[in-house]
């Protein structure tokens, strides 16, 4: 079986827009996803659409080792088969290492295919200047897909483990880890100051707001209020 085409995400600086995310395929940038990553930062902010780019591209990987790229399919404002979207919603709900994923994750992924999807369709019906018909069936696919898809990668999550109880830290454990991962002390593994007081702010949000992972890599700037009421604004995935 041929290797599947290795799909990456680097940060690349443009002069229009400055630094931004890219997918590409084998080093080439893909034109539909990134055409979507680049509407989303109007009104997301540079790491969430990183983030939800991440996602698209387990679906471009998926596609890719179909040997069924996702583009073409997308561009014929079809409906994807119900073993189709089986298999892209089992892909989704797994890691790299075919392990389940958390509920959570598969909640994240979805939502970024699902805006993935809808601008897809909404940007090949623009661009073929569908009659009133034509583009009343290419929304009726669309709804279809998306519909189908949110089925199958919920009866997924839902079957999967259920999530381990959460313990508390107690207060000798709180004040250990605030030793280790304060900046400049000695314990810290990271040798970045930049990346100690990052992750040290970042430990002191889930401490303070019991935030979960997926919920803090979604703080922006413009989440976060330093009032006289200081509060932080936390997003869920479908907020994007």
């Not at 809808?118 to 009659?131: A, K, T």
């Not at 929304?139 to 279809?144: S, W, Y």
């Not at 709180?174 to 007081?197: D, G, H, T």
């Not at 803090?216 to 869920?236: W, Y």
Request: hydrophobic share 40%; aromatic share 6%.
């Amino acid at each position: 079986m041929p290797d599947v085409p290795c799909c990456e995400i680097r940060m690349i600086r443009t002069a229009s827009s400055g630094l931004r995310p890219y997918l590409l395929v084998e080093g080439v940038p893909v034109i539909l996803a990134n055409l979507w990553a680049e509407d989303l930062l109007h009104k997301s902010r540079l790491n969430t659409v990183e983030s939800y780019l991440r996602d698209v591209a387990v679906a471009y990987e998926w596609a890719l080792s179909r040997d069924s790229p996702l583009e073409r399919k997308l561009e014929r404002l079809a409906v994807f088969s119900s073993t189709e979207l089986t298999m892209l919603a089992e892909r989704l709900c797994s890691t790299r290492r075919g392990a389940e994923a958390s509920q959570s994750t598969c909640t994240r992924r979805l939502e970024s295919i699902k805006s993935f999807i809808d601008f897809s369709f909404d940007h090949y019906i623009e661009l073929n200047r569908l009659g009133l018909q034509e583009q009343s069936q290419a929304e009726k696919n669309k709804n279809k897909n998306l519909r189908n898809l949110s089925k199958k990668v919920i009866k997924i999550a839902q079957q999967s483990e259920p999530s381990r109880p959460s313990t508390p830290l107690d207060a000798d454990e709180e004040a250990l880890l605030k030793k280790v991962l304060y900046p400049s002390s000695s314990k810290n593994p990271f040798k970045s100051v930049k990346i100690q007081v990052r992750n040290y702010c970042l430990f002191l949000v889930m401490l303070e707001t019991l935030a979960r992972r997926g919920e803090v890599v979604l703080i922006e700037l413009n989440d976060l209020d330093l009032g006289p009421s200081a509060t932080i604004r936390i997003k869920q995935p479908n907020d994007i």
